[in-house]
C-alpha cells in the first residue's frame, strides 16, 4: 500500500526548505523587495493593504497553490509513483503495486489542503468532502515581524507548521451553504484523537473539548 506518509516524514525538512525557496521567489515577496525590504511582513501590509484580511487570502492562495505544484514534483523525485491531475478526484494520483504471490495494481487520489489558521477550508459544493478521502493537510504561518532583509538571508519565511498525511478519512464539514458563502472548515472531532495522531508527520495533536487541534511547531525544531 502507499508509504507516503513516511517518505513524507522522512524528507520533511528538505520540503520546508525547498517551500521557503519557492515562497521567496513568490509575486508578493517581490512585491515587498522591490522597495520595502528594511520593513516586516506586518509593516508590509499595514503600509499598503487597508483590508488586512485581503492580504490574507492572497498570501493563503499563494502557499497553497506552490505546495499543490511543487508537492507531486518532489514525490517523483524521491521515487514516487505519482501525477498532478488537479481533477474533482484530487490534485495528485498515486499508482502503486501490492502483494507478494499474486501482484494487484492500485490507483489512489490524493486531496492537498493548506491553510493559516485551525482548520482547513473546504467548500458545501465539494463533493471530495462528502465522502472518504486521502488528504494531505498543512498548517503553516510566517514570520510576521522580522524583516524581508532578514528572511532572505537565512532563507526562512516559514516559522511553524503541522502536517497531517490522512489515508480514507472522513472529514466534518463544518458550515451551512448561504447567498454569499459556500466556505466550511474541515474538523476533527475529538475522538478522533488517535487517528490524528497517527496521521501526523511534523507538528503536534492535541485533544480539546470538541475537536482535535493542530499545533503548528517551530518548523527548524528549535
Not at 516559522?159 to 478519512?169: G, P, Q
Request: with cysteine; net charge negative.
Amino acid at each position: 500500500m502507499s508509504n507516503l506518509k513516511s517518505i513524507i516524514k522522512e524528507h520533511i525538512n528538505e520540503i520546508i526548505v525547498d517551500m521557503n525557496e519557492e515562497l521567496l521567489n513568490d509575486r508578493i515577496v517581490r512585491f515587498w523587495k522591490r522597495n520595502d525590504e528594511d520593513l516586516t511582513l506586518r509593516q508590509f501590509v499595514d503600509k499598503y493593504w487597508e483590508d488586512k484580511s485581503e492580504f490574507a487570502v492572497d498570501l493563503g492562495v499563494s502557499f497553497g497553490k506552490i505546495f499543490e505544484f511543487y508537492l507531486p514534483n518532489k514525490l517523483q523525485e524521491l521515487g514516487c509513483d505519482i501525477t498532478p491531475t488537479f481533477t474533482s478526484k484530487g490534485d495528485m494520483l498515486e499508482n502503486g503495486v501490492s502483494g507478494t504471490s499474486i501482484l494487484y495494481k492500485w490507483r489512489k487520489n490524493w486531496e492537498i489542503k493548506t491553510g493559516r489558521g485551525k482548520f482547513i477550508q473546504g467548500a458545501t459544493h465539494s463533493p471530495k468532502e462528502k465522502s472518504a478521502l486521502n488528504l494531505i493537510q498543512v498548517l503553516w504561518d510566517c514570520y510576521w515581524d522580522k524583516t524581508l532583509d532578514s528572511i532572505l538571508f537565512n532563507r526562512k519565511f516559514i516559522s511553524e507548521i503541522n502536517i497531517c498525511v490522512f489515508d480514507n478519512i472522513v472529514v466534518d464539514s463544518v458550515g451551512e451553504h448561504s447567498n454569499n458563502n459556500s466556505r466550511t472548515t474541515l474538523q476533527f472531532r475529538k475522538d478522533r484523537f488517535d487517528e490524528c495522531v497517527d496521521a501526523c508527520v511534523y507538528g503536534s495533536i492535541k485533544k480539546n473539548r470538541v475537536n482535535v487541534g493542530f499545533v503548528k511547531e517551530d518548523a527548524y525544531g528549535n
